[in-house]
């Protein structure tokens, strides 16, 4: 009988010892807590941060798996409850907004503002006091006053006490597009073709100037590089040029015609070295697919100079054949580059030979911009069709590229 109790004894500690094993076990292998406490009061328009949730799953951490759901809206007095949710398990945070600010912040003028693109932004004043009454205006952080995009625009008053209580309000402003501001003028450089001057082309003064050197051409965008310049986007160009949108003053484009090899196999590796983005216009017909296929780089675009429109044939500027072609003709070579180039970004008129016709014609294939040879910096206000541009050309020295570009002193 002894005997039978002490088995009976060491098989309940037996017992026990596999079920602490197991809820050990399984508590390592799944488990979910909240950072931080599972309950919160903020004061009204207090800037709430989620914390989030840890997790583990098969021993594992799973962090990252949790599912939230719910939203605290502290522009609104009350309790909110967030849900964290992963596998079967599930746990709550209670946060409550309260109906006083904790600090104090409070916003002059209106709420709502209305200004035109390039318009400075007048403050209409604020002011900030924390529970014990002390003026902590001075602590105001304000954030978004650039306001350089057509739109709403949020400005962002935020100011915290000394207990760590943030508060935080937003004055909306409407900022209407706009064409007639001074701005700076965006050069879009003209390149063409690129060689080593280590070994010159034979043909280097036949190309009427349109060649400039690796070791030039480093030294340019280096020079670009030291001094902050902006690379825009295609479509930041065109928001530009139709008022939508500030480029800063010193903002850039460069761009190369032809999709020469030259320009492949001497001028990518300076643009790669460089970080400099940049756009080649491609006449696609002249074995642009395999060129677009075999040089792809993360700092050139390839943009359309036409399928087949790269050739004699017109009567008017350079005599490119563009201005000769019926429309129906003009449409699909278009459309047919931009099918190869993968792009409608920005065209290239060939020998910048155009006519109303032309214009109208890119325009309908849905392009975004379209450069001319035509020399100036780009405004907005201008014919998105008719850019004109900035020519790089031989033997040109740093300081007359610097000349060219630069913003207004």
Known sequence: MKIYKIAIAALAVVIMGIALFTTVYYTMQLFLSLNGP????????????????????????????????????????????????IETLTVERKVTVTDKMKPELILEGDDTMELMLGETFEEPGYRAVDENGRDITGDVKVTGTELTRAGENQIKYTVSDSRGNTTQLMRSVNVLPNTEYDAAGLPVCMYHYVYDENDPPEDLYNRFGNYISQQELEKELNWLNEEGYYFPTWKEVREYIDGELMLPDKSIVITFDDG??????????????????????????????????????????????????????????????????????????????????????????????????CRQVVEDAGFLCAVTTQAGKAYPGDNPMLLPRVRMSLGQSLDQFISMVQPPL
């Open 260 to 357: 020469s090899r030259s320009f492949l196999d001497y001028g990518i590796p300076v643009l790669e070295k460089c970080r400099v983005p940049s756009t080649s216009f491609v006449i696609t017909s002249n074995d642009g697919e395999k060129k677009i296929a075999g040089y792809q780089s993360d700092y050139v675009t390839y943009q359309s100079h036409s399928d087949n429109m790269h050739r004699p044939g017109g009567n008017i500027g350079h005599g490119g054949i563009f201005t000769a072609l019926s429309y129906d003709e003009a449409l699909a070579d278009l459309q047919k580059s931009i099918e190869i180039c993968g792009s409608s970004d920005a065209f290239a008129y060939p020998y910048g030979d155009y006519n109303d016709s």
């Open 38 to 85: 599972d309950e919160m009061t903020i004061g009204l328009n207090g800037l709430y941060e989620e914390k989030g949730a840890k997790a583990c799953v098969g021993g594992r951490d799973a962090s990252d798996r949790v599912q939230i759901t719910g939203s605290v809206d502290t522009s609104t007095p009350g309790t909110y409850t967030l849900k964290y949710e």
